[in-house]
């Protein structure tokens, strides 16, 4: 049984803002994860400790049983070596809620990107592979197109491409759906669902709740820095255990 | 109107054109590569911040005139630059010159330069940062294309304000177009038409400047335009 992702007590404040208290997770391969919480509850942050975005103050981080080595410097903590984090981000895709396309580059060139200049890989085999990813995702046809001449659903999958083009071993998308206009939501759920269905190691952020407890192979309800309550989708969006997730799935689910 | 005194004016000035033109772009080349250096080190080190703040304070806050005399007639006080590699360059005004307007160029260019970077929309950073990019390869394929081409208009200002500055050289003896005016002018008194003719003449290099700058900026901007397909 392979860990694609294991996070262990990890720790994390903001100023005096405990935002993290000790969180634990692993995702095995295959496994899709939801995690949901409310506002506030760190579960951006949680997602965003992974590749490092946001260095951890305490605890673990480990990618395909690869633990990133910390270091204490100058009373703070940091990675100890940038190539591995450098390396590691690599084999992580992370999808973004405001997709944080580059805008000079087209569609394409923002796919291959990554794996010409970081992975160093053939640019011809690349872009070659970049063509099926994004006909996969429904951009054949916006190779050439700037991200600005898109639509947000067409970015966010283009964004999903570009994550994707790294061969990742696992996937991370933060609120992916949350700057969309509600007709577009569909669309990027659409191309999720078939990574899912592919089985892909994925890690989502959501506040799509139907969208959640319908791909999940495991939920996670963060609330207050802690994991409140964890478990299949059924127990956690049909019948929780704790009264807050209680509280919170009902809440979303009646909106 | 004496048509033929302003025609052979225009003959003469024209031969100093080519140096207005070397000037300009040698120092502009040459301050811009400066620039792009001094704003990324500004960017990415404390220590670095302080020094081009303090470059900038300095060469910003003194007369390029100034500048210029400085590095031609100061510099050659010191034996250890009368004896260093450099000498046989810094010891002729061209060269002079060029240092001076580089310089300058470069303090006004960093802080143009410094405005584009803070323009790179955090997001891009981070999808880079995540993509496993070094911050060296960040520069370069991300942040740099993307400051570079916002701070591009303003950086053609800049351009047409060298061109205006090269006039400064006349006074360490190099015959560019303003030098050739005020020759001719000591010959003739004719102070009008010889400046009417030198101003034409800088008004046209500079209305090809103005239009080559906004030609590449549409190059490379097709994200900014509105959709062509």
């Known amino acids: 049984m392979n860990l694609a992702v294991a996070v262990t007590d990890l720790r994390k404040s903001f100023g005096r803002n405990e935002v993290l208290k000790g969180v634990s997770l692993a995702a095995r391969e295959g496994e899709v994860i939801s995690i949901i919480g409310a506002s506030g509850s760190g579960k951006s942050t949680l997602l965003r400790c992974i590749p490092m975005l946001e260095v951890p103050d305490g605890g673990e981080v480990a990618i395909a049983g690869e633990t990133i080595r910390m270091r204490e410097r100058h009373g703070r903590r940091e990675p100890a070596d940038a190539a591995q984090v450098n390396r590691i981000r690599g084999e992580l895709g992370f999808v973004f809620q405001t997709f944080n396309l580059w805008a000079h580059m087209t569609v394409l060139q923002n796919v291959i990107e990554a794996p010409v200049h970081v992975q160093k890989r053939p640019r011809a085999e690349c872009v070659a592979e970049a063509r ?19 639509s947000g659903g067409q970015q966010q999958r283009a964004a999903i491409a570009r994550a994707l083009a790294m061969r990742p071993k696992a ?45 999940s192979t495991r939920a996670v309800f963060l609330a207050d820095g802690r994991i409140e309550e964890e478990g299949p989708p059924a127990q956690v969006f049909g019948d929780p255990l704790t009264e807050r997730c209680r509280q919170f799935v009902g809440r979303h689910l009646n909106r | 109107m004496d048509f033929d005194f302003l025609g052979d004016t225009m003959m003469k000035l024209l031969a100093g054109v080519p140096l207005t033109l070397q000037l300009t772009a040698i120092s502009v080349a040459i301050g811009a590569a400066l620039a792009i250096l001094l704003a990324v080190l500004r960017a990415v080190s404390r220590p670095g911040e302080y020094f081009v703040r303090f470059y900038v304070f300095c060469l910003r806050g003194t007369p390029l005139l100034l500048q210029i005399f400085l590095i031609y007639y100061g510099l050659g006080q010191f034996a250890f630059v009368r004896e260093s590699i450099l000498w046989p360059f810094l010891r002729q005004p061209y060269w002079c010159a060029i240092l001076a307007l580089s310089l300058n160029t470069a303090a006004y ?3 143009i330069v410094r405005g584009g970077l803070q323009s790179v929309p955090a997001g891009a950073i981070e999808a880079a940062r995540a993509a496993g990019m070094s911050k060296l390869l960040m520069y370069r394929r991300i942040i740099l294309p993307l400051a570079l081409r916002q701070a591009l208009p303003a950086y053609g200002n800049e351009m047409v304000i060298m061109v205006k500055s090269t006039s400064l050289a006349s006074i360490v003896t190099l015959m560019e177009v303003s030098g050739i005016s005020y020759a001719i002018i ?44």
């Open chain 1, 132 to 150: 099926d990813i994004l006909e996969k995702v429904g951009l054949g046809e916006k190779l050439d197109a700037y991200p600005a001449h898109l």
């Open chain 1, 171 to 215: 996937l991370l998308f933060d609120e992916p759906t949350s700057a969309l206009d509600p007709e577009l939501v569909g669309e990027v759920l659409r191309v999720m669902r078939a990574l899912a269905a592919e089985g892909r190691t994925m890690l989502i952020v959501t506040h799509e709740m139907g969208f959640a407890a319908e791909v």
């Open chain 2, 109 to 111: 260019g960093s802080e």
């Open chain 2, 186 to 229: 000591s010959e003739t008194y004719r102070a009008l038409e010889v400046f009417l003719c030198a101003g034409s003449i800088y008004l046209v290099i500079n209305f090809l400047i103005t239009r080559a700058v906004a030609a590449v900026e549409y190059r490379i901007t097709p994200h900014l335009r509105p959709v062509s397909t």
